[in-house]
């Protein structure tokens, strides 16, 4: 069967793999595998850096924010960035997610060394002041 021709919808309700170039769009839901290592670029396809890990919301349920990657060489001397969740945005064709920042403001925000991690909840407070100003709302939803 041509794949414009087939219900994905039935697919997915049984759970059968089905293939063609929007098998699984739009994207709802994905793994954390697959989310950890994707790059991250601005609107002006500047390249961001990478997620490092996904900092999940024991409380909720929901991601509370991701870890940034940025800058470096083979992963020496890169530095950590909290970043909300709430603001990427997935480019499926591309497979990557979008950051509506310039480069400088990920320089210049509060970040950390790969191997001295602060302790994990700090992190909230990083998130809340330097990217309140700018995100407006929390993975959550409400204000930050």
């Known amino acids: 069967m041509n ?4 219900d ?3 697919d997915n309700v049984t759970g059968t793999n089905h293939e063609g170039p929007n098998a699984n769009r739009p994207v709802r839901v994905l793994t954390a595998s697959s989310i950890i290592g994707d ?3 601005n609107t002006r396809g500047e390249d961001l850096g990478d997620i490092k890990d ?8 929901s991601i509370e924010y991701v870890i940034l990657s940025y800058g470096g060489v083979l992963g020496i001397g890169s530095k950590y960035y909290a970043i ?5 945005k997935l480019n499926p064709s591309r497979q990557v997610f979008i950051l509506d920042r310039d480069l400088e403001q990920i320089k210049n925000a509060p970040g950390f060394d790969k191997d001295h991690w602060p302790e994990t909840n700090s992190h909230y407070n990083d998130v809340n002041t330097y990217w309140g100003g700018f995100m407006g709302v929390n993975a959550g939803g409400g204000p930050i």
């Not at 794949?3 to 087939?6: C, D, G, L, M, Y």
């Not at 996904?54 to 349920?61: C, D, E, H, S, Y």
């Not at 909300?84 to 990427?88: A, D, E, Q, R, V």
């Open 8 to 10: 994905f919808t039935a």
């Open 54 to 61: 996904i900092m999940v919301n024991l409380q909720t349920g």
């Open 84 to 88: 909300p969740f709430s603001s990427l």
């Open 3 to 6: 794949t414009q021709e087939k």
């Open 39 to 41: 790059k991250v670029e």
